[in-house]
T-cell receptor, first 116, second 109 residues
């Protein structure tokens, strides 16, 4: 089946630094990748949708200059949290969709970010 | 606006049956998903319904009524490992997933 990996699985960083999270589709080409954030005891919140080779579409309330998304290839998307603050501490999950109009999203295992 | 409702928390006994309901109001409908999510982990796919009726898959079944904007996930022969959050999500007209807040299921021995 379709496998999506994320790296790192967890990261601790100091306030003011930047952190990059990678999302890779291992055995398929992902035309679209999604980035979610999940705070404790809350549901998934879509942050942005990225299509290979084009700019990401950010959801309302998500700062595009703070959460930089790059989808440079059909198998890799990155999310960079710039100038991280403690309130950015969360569980970040990516998912990938194989083709336009395809209904299924395949989820990565998530990245736990803690900003101290 | 788009809205998905499911109970916040449910408790059931090991070996029993539990039904988790989900109602939705979305802009367009391209199917409804149920995902299971254990604490600290990403969601895992359980089921997908796009037509009315019941889909059975082992101990888990999922039902959909599009006219009522309603779905349920039925879990039979509950096991302790079924303790998790169950997320209902609807694929809207733009093929984006709209998520419910999730139902935390607690299984007691």
């Amino acid at each position: 089946g379709a496998v999506v990996s994320q790296h790192p699985s967890w990261v601790i960083c100091k306030s003011g630094t930047s952190v990059k999270i990678e999302c890779r589709s291992l055995d398929f080409q992902a035309t679209t990748m999604f980035w979610y954030r999940q705070f404790p005891k809350q549901s998934l919140m879509l942050m942005a949708t990225s299509n290979e080779g084009s700019k990401a579409t950010y959801e309302q309330g998500v700062e595009k200059d703070k959460f930089l998304i790059n989808h440079a290839s059909l198998t890799l998307s990155t999310l960079t949290v710039t100038s991280a603050h403690p309130e950015d501490s969360s569980f970040y999950i990516c998912s990938a969709r194989e083709a336009e109009g395809s209904y299924e999203q395949y989820f990565g295992p998530g990245t736990r970010l803690t900003v101290t | 606006g788009q809205n998905i409702d499911q109970p916040t928390e449910m408790t059931a006994t090991e070996g029993a049956i539990v039904q988790i309901n989900c109602t939705y109001q979305t802009s367009g409908f391209n199917g409804l998903f149920w995902y299971q999510q254990h604490a600290g982990e990403a969601p895992t796919f359980l089921s997908y319904n796009v037509l009315d009726g019941l889909e059975e898959k082992g101990r888990f079944s999922s039902f959909l009524s599009r006219s009522k904007g309603y779905s349920y996930l039925l879990l039979k022969e509950l096991q302790m490992k079924d303790s998790a959050s169950y997320l209902c999500a609807v694929l809207d007209s733009n093929y984006q997933l709209i998520w419910g807040a999730g139902t935390k299921l607690i299984i007691k021995p």
